[in-house]
């Protein structure tokens, strides 16, 4: 049971990286991300991430299944009309970039035990 918790727990860390990377590569200016949530919709196989950029742009970002596509819904109600700025042409940065920003990790509590 631990050993499934454990790597469900890595997997869950891997996904939040690509769509940090995600984000990366879609949009101008990101200089922190926070994952607040990741939560799995079993009947549509996505998993939902509330998160917050910058401090300041509340989103959510969508996971089409574990390994799947990645979409990203901004909240303008919540960001006062503000919206990240999408890039002209996406980057293709990898994994190595992740350290240049601040990341913050959601991790379910029992999955630190």
Known sequence: MFRRKKQKAEILHLEQERMALYLINHYEDI???????LTEHRKTGTWVSDSVINDEFIIKLTLWGIGGEISLAQ???HNEGKALKKKAMPTTFENHVLKTIQIIYWVKADDIR
Do not use: G, N, V
């Open 31 to 37: 200089h922190k991300i926070e994952f607040r949530s």
């Open 75 to 77: 909240l303008a109600s």
